[in-house]
């Protein structure tokens, strides 16, 4: 039971001093979120936006589900999209959309917003 006795902190005003470094860690773990977290996110949304707004009538796309086709018309929210061999057409939300083909080989383009694997 001495134990506990010894261990307590010493009175006056010497604690202080530890509770600002606690302060100085917790701003500290806060900016390395931001830093490595938050702001790489918010990169991330902002350039997957732009690429879904800068898609036109005529692109060829693949969607999040692997369905490849062209554009055949476009809303606000959604998109017209006709798959190849069969003439068929699809209405499909735009956040659906996953990468880009160029024209030349169907290859994904390098300008598309999202993370490739």
């Known amino acids: 039971m001495n134990h506990f006795l010894l261990m307590a902190p010493p009175a006056g005003g010497a604690g202080a ?5 606690g302060i100085i860690m917790i701003v500290l773990l806060i900016v390395v979120f931001y830093f490595f977290m938050i702001r ?3 990169t991330k949304a902002k350039k997957e936006k732009q690429f879904r707004e800068g898609i036109k009538k005529g692109d060829k796309v693949v969607t999040i589900g692997g369905i490849h086709g062209k554009i055949v018309e476009l809303q606000d929210s959604t998109f017209t999209l006709e798959v190849e061999g069969e ?3 699809l209405r499909i939300e735009k956040a659906a959309i996953n990468v880009e ?3 030349a080989n169907n290859q ?3 300008t598309a917003g999202v993370a490739k694997k």
């Open 108 to 110: 994904p383009a390098e």
């Open 40 to 42: 790489p996110q918010m």
């Open 17 to 21: 001093g530890g509770q600002f470094q």
């Open 87 to 89: 003439s068929v057409r």
């Open 101 to 103: 083909l160029t024209a």
